[in-house]
């Protein structure tokens, strides 16, 4: 029997020189979660990477980013679950 | 020896004598204990101002005017972060306190949108944490500044 994985929207929040590049403050990506429906950050990332070239554009290689899951950092193993709030951290310019 | 007292605010607009110390009313009793325990050997100061020019990405670069700098926040991470990083930092250089304030919002050309104030018992270890702090927060502190050009 064929199982297909779940497939979850997963609304990413972007902020500074991103939202000023692509007028918006917020991306969606789809992402292929477990069947818990769960991904993870790094899979997240993968798919800002794949899904959206204005973001590549802007940012470079959006493996140097980073992203806050619930607003704390998140290492590429981190999980994310429906619900949760993500937000891409990138050309941070405090100070 | 009483323990470090570490104060992390992100205030709304420039960061003036008066929305500072609103911004630390509540904390300034321990920042001053700090300073009358006689553990205190230096202090220092960093003020971030707003300078009249920018390099502007879209030209290539170029210096330009501006009017003023606009600092989008992460909220509240941003804050929580601030306040991580001065633990961190007052921490690993063992200073007796630290109190980091970053303005959210407009700034305008020659106000500050940004105050480090540490409290050392020796100089050398306030000297190494003021760099190391402003370093790590342009890499870890979720703000952005917008220009807003003359």
């Known amino acids: ?95 | 020896m009483m323990g470090a007292v570490v104060v992390a605010v992100i205030v709304d607009g420039p960061l003036t004598r008066q929305t500072i110390a609103q911004a630390v009313s509540l904390r300034v009793d321990g920042l001053n204990r700090v300073l009358e325990s006689g553990t205190v050997g230096s202090t220092l100061r960093f003020e971030g101002i707003v300078r009249r020019a920018e390099p502007d990405p879209n030209e290539g670069g170029a210096a330009r005017d501006l009017r003023a700098l606009d600092y989008q926040t992460y909220d509240p991470m941003a804050e929580r972060e601030l306040e991580r990083l001065a633990d961190r930092v007052c921490e690993q250089f063992g200073l007796r306190s630290i109190m980091a304030l970053h303005s959210r919002g407009r700034v305008d050309v020659g106000e500050a949108s940004f105050v480090l104030e540490i409290a050392s018992t020796h100089r050398a270890e306030g000297l190494l944490a003021m760099t190391a702090f402003i370093d790590r927060l342009k890499q870890d502190v979720p703000i952005w500044k917008h220009a807003v050009w003359a």
Do not use: W
Not at chain 1, 16 to 28: E, H, L, N, S, W
């Open chain 1, 1 to 95: 029997m064929n199982r297909t994985l779940p497939v979850m929207r997963v609304e990413v929040l972007v902020f500074g020189p991103v939202r000023a590049a692509i007028q918006r403050d917020r991306v969606t990506v789809d992402v292929v979660a477990t069947e818990h429906g769960v991904c993870t950050a790094g899979e997240v990332l993968k798919a800002l990477q794949e899904q959206h070239p204005a973001l590549r554009s802007t940012i470079g290689s959006i493996e140097r980013a980073r992203l806050a899951v619930n607003q704390r950092y998140a290492d590429g193993d981190a999980a994310i679950r429906a619900g949760d709030e993500v937000a891409l951290i990138a050309m941070v310019g405090g100070g």
